[in-house]
């Protein structure tokens, strides 16, 4: 069995939206300081985060979008759920993720990974 997968229970601010004032809190489960895992209608997304000044156990949105990680998982226990996903990713090269799961991703539009930078 390998390592206990640590994750650490928190809240994190979405936003600013289409007014200047509005956010959304979101509570999740942050893996390594820098990635939370979030539930919005039913998806599993993962969003990449910083960690709010001063604060504890909050954590504010970072510069880029999110992934949603599984579909309609309304029901499901959150934490067990990011758990075998990491458990399984770590089991895998990313040659066998990309040609396993992101090219067979249902409704997938194009990705630009550029990927040149490996050079």
Avoid: C
Avoid at 66 to 87: F, K, P, S, W, Y
């Amino acid at each position: 069995m390998g390592a206990k997968i640590e994750l650490e229970l928190a809240s994190m601010v979405l936003g600013p939206f289409d007014e200047e004032h509005r956010f959304a809190l979101y509570e999740g489960y942050v893996l390594n300081g820098r990635h939370i895992f979030i539930m919005d209608a039913g998806d599993l997304w993962l969003r990449q985060v910083n960690k709010a000044p001063g604060m504890d156990h909050l954590y504010i949105d970072g510069e880029s979008g999110g992934l949603i990680i599984a579909n309609e998982v309304e029901g499901i226990d959150t934490r067990a759920l990011i758990e075998t996903i990491i458990t399984e990713l770590k089991q895998i090269n990313g040659l066998q993720f990309l040609l396993d799961i992101m090219l067979w991703t249902k409704d997938r539009g194009d990705l630009n990974m550029k990927l040149e930078h490996l050079r």
